[in-house]
């Protein structure tokens, strides 16, 4: 699996730094943002380092399906009920901090901190 040993993110893929870890399996893995936007605010990556969703193909179609499925269900679980925001920043201009994909998924009362 490709890894990139200076990404925040592959580094809590690979337990080298803490993370509240909602669910993981062999390919993905949600945990809590640190610094969240909403009450509830998860982050949703791949295993793999993909940069971005820029770099996204046809051989990720079942990763990013599996991610889109996985949204509803995780707000679900954290008891969110009156919906949620998905968010995906790409790139530069897309204002993209951790170049790492990630899909944000926020829901929980508001008012939010943001967003
Ligand atoms: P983006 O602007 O889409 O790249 O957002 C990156 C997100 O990652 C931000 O909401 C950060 O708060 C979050 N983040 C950065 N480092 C960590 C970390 N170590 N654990 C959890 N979330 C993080």
């Known amino acids: 699996m490709n890894r990139d040993p200076n990404c925040v993110f592959c580094k809590i893929v690979a337990g080298q730094i803490p993370s509240k870890k909602v669910c993981e399996d ?22 793999e380092h993909i940069a971005s969703f820029y770099d996204v193909g046809d051989a990720h179609t079942a990763m990013l399906g599996r991610i889109m499925a996985l949204a509803p269900r995780l707000m679900r679980e954290l008891g969110v009920t009156n919906g949620f925001r998905t968010l995906v920043n ?5 204002r993209q901090e951790v170049p790492h994909l990630h899909v944000h998924v926020m829901g929980g009362p508001r008012p939010w901190a943001k967003g």
């Open 26 to 47: 062999d390919d993905l893995i949600a945990f809590h943002d640190i610094a969240p936007w909403a009450p509830v605010h998860v982050l949703v990556i791949p295993k």
């Open 90 to 94: 790409t790139g530069v201009d897309g």
